[in-house]
């Protein structure tokens, strides 16, 4: 049996193409669980430098992290080279729905792009260690290294993202198993992301609060994106209660494990620390109900058939209005007894100002990436599956040799 | 045998992640008295001269010991008052006998001052340490900088564009169905 890719030889070799699929058909869940790590350890590793303090290499939010990303890593490299080998032995079933890279390297493009994440992320790591030489230990956690380091965990988890839109698009509907594990993805990519977001500006832009309009950039696009890939009633919810779950688990264990590590080497929370979630604490806390108003607007348009057009940016423009009008700035973490009374005063002071321009600025945001949301869920769903509907043939996304039925 | 080869390498990364942190500790380059009211204070700097953007620990040791002492620290550099760094002083981290701020970065050139009011038996007391010419900041230009750093984004929005331009959301009937 041949295939149609330039330069691979063919060689039948049966078990090994079975192996592919089989490790394939496997690979969601390990990596699943890598992308889950990558955020724990993060999240960790901001609380170890709030609470307790020192930084070396060697820490334990730092071996959840680089374990986290390695376990994806090693994933993608798997997948990718046992699927290459397959592809060299003739097998035309293992190229389904795979991409190339390196001319004759191929994988289904989330493996591809999650194991550029992760190499990106060694390399950047061996650039922070050299900044550290120039800079001294981690002060911020917006550095050049450390956007590298951020951008790559997010490449990783982007990889996660096409891997489980991938297995959506495998079935005519999503599997129950497929569904959830590409809204947990999407949940952990969002959650994962905040906190950076939060962190490029400062917290009072003008009339403007910042953290307001994050939360209406990234919310209705992550809650509409699901929507729109799954294409499921309750999909936006399903996100919503990951990532609450996700908030929930961090927010508890995530402050008590950092007590726990700093007193079992023999070191102390810092006097000036209260111990709070600091980045569980940067996530919005009312996304479900968000959530339940995206998914009741989609519902009621689809029912009435109403267009799309209009449903879409509504849906995200209401996602934001619940956002900041229950949450109009975050459970900011250091903001308590132990702040400084004239931080507090002023962070009031801004708040009230920054209310009605904030939420109008916001329902604008939340409208624009709710629409920007959908659409790259068509995309998504377009370029890890059967092309969509009305275009296909301007769609081939995957390298289906000739004549291999899918 | 897979497992006994694995139990070293296993044991000694345990072992950093055990000692390494509670080792991290900088050494004092420079120091300075201050007398705050009543109370002389010793004020510790691990870096000297500070450089901006570069990180350092400031350790405060009032004569007597911090025993019964409070103290607040207020730090004004040329763009106002660093909130970020300023407020009650705790212990320093690894150095539980004296206040201390580890970890920390002057976030710009210029004239900095330290208040640190200090309260305790005898009454309070301010100093006020400088003025600290904080040095400018090391290494490579910031934008070239973060221009590297900002690589992997530039390959995401490649890959966005690239997947955009292919299925082209706007003509498919999958982006205007609801279902």
Redesign the interface.
């Known amino acids: 049996m041949a295939t149609t890719v330039p330069g691979i030889p063919t060689v039948p070799h049966p078990v090994l193409a079975s192996s592919a699929s089989r490790v394939r058909a496997r690979a969601g869940v390990p990596m699943l669980v890598g992308v889950l790590c990558s955020f724990l350890g993060f999240a960790w590793d901001i609380q170890w430098h709030v609470d307790v303090g020192p930084d070396t290499f060697f820490t334990a939010p730092h071996l959840v992290l680089y374990s986290g990303i390695a376990v994806t890593g090693l994933v993608c490299l798997a997948v990718t080279l046992l699927t290459t080998a397959a592809a060299r032995r003739g097998d035309p079933a293992a190229l389904v729905g795979t991409a190339a890279a390196f001319g004759s390297y191929r994988a289904p493009l989330g493996y591809l792009v999650g194991g550029f994440g992760a190499l990106s992320f060694l390399l950047y790591g061996l650039l922070d260690q050299w900044w550290h030489s120039v800079y001294g230990f981690d002060v911020a956690i917006v550095s050049p290294p450390h956007v590298g380091l951020i951008l790559s965990i997010f490449v990783t988890m982007l990889g996660g993202l096409l891997v489980f839109a991938g297995e959506v698009r495998r079935t005519e509907r999503p599997t129950p198993g497929a569904a959830v594990r590409f809204a947990a993805a999407a949940a952990i990519l969002f959650a994962f992301l905040t906190p950076t977001v939060l962190d490029t500006l400062p917290w009072f832009v003008g009339p403007i609060s910042w953290p307001g309009v994050a939360t209406s950039l990234l919310y209705p696009a992550m809650l509409l994106l699901v929507a729109s890939t799954l294409r499921l009633i309750g999909a936006a919810t399903l996100a919503a209660a990951l990532f609450l779950l996700l908030q929930a688990v961090s927010w508890v264990t995530i402050p008590w494990v950092t007590r726990e590590y700093a007193e079992a080497i023999g070191l102390f929370l810092r006097d000036t620390t209260a111990n709070r979630p600091v980045v569980p604490g940067m996530l919005p806390s009312f996304l479900l109900v968000a959530a339940l108003a995206v998914d009741g607007l989609v519902w009621a348009f689809r029912r009435n058939r109403l267009p799309v057009r209009f449903g879409v940016p509504l849906a995200g423009a209401v996602a934001a209005l619940v956002l900041n009008l229950l949450q109009p700035v975050p459970p900011l973490y250091f903001i308590g007894p132990d702040a400084p009374a004239e931080f507090l005063a002023m962070v009031e002071a801004m708040t009230s100002a920054t209310r009605i321009p904030t939420v109008v600025v916001a329902v604008i945001v939340g409208a624009v990436t709710g629409w920007f949301g959908w659409r790259l869920g068509v995309v998504l769903r377009g370029t890890t599956g059967p092309a969509p509907t009305g275009l296909a043939s301007a769609v081939q996304p995957t390298a289906v040799p000739a004549g291999v039925a899918k | 045998m897979g497992n006994r080869s694995l139990a070293a390498p296993l044991a000694a990364?345990l072992t950093?992640?055990?000692?390494?942190?509670?080792?991290?500790?900088a050494p004092e380059a420079h120091h300075v008295v201050m007398q705050a009211g009543p109370y002389p204070v010793e004020v510790g700097f691990s870096?000297w001269p500070p450089l901006a953007?570069?990180?350092?620990d400031i350790t405060f040791t009032p004569e007597g010991g911090i025993e019964g002492k409070t103290a607040t620290l207020t730090m004004v550099g040329p763009e106002g008052?660093d909130?970020q760094n300023?407020?009650?002083?705790?212990?320093h981290?690894?150095q539980?006998d004296r206040w201390g701020l580890?970890?920390?970065?002057l976030p710009a050139e210029g004239t900095w001052t330290m208040e640190v009011e200090v309260e305790g038996p005898e009454g309070a007391g301010t100093a006020t340490v400088g003025p600290i010419e904080v040095g400018p900041r090391?290494?490579p230009p910031?934008a070239a900088?973060?221009l590297?750093?900002?690589?992997?984004?530039v390959?995401?929005v490649g890959?966005?564009v690239a997947?955009?331009r292919?299925?082209?959301?706007?003509?498919?009937?999958?982006?205007?169905?609801?279902?």
């Open positions: 990364l950093l992640v055990w000692l390494a942190p509670a080792a991290a500790h870096e953007e570069r990180s350092l008052t909130f300023s407020g009650p002083l705790g212990r981290p690894r539980r580890d970890l920390i970065a090391p290494g910031a900088a973060y590297v750093g900002v690589l992997p984004l390959a995401v890959l966005v997947g955009w292919r299925v082209r959301p706007a003509e498919t009937s999958d982006a205007r169905s609801w279902a």
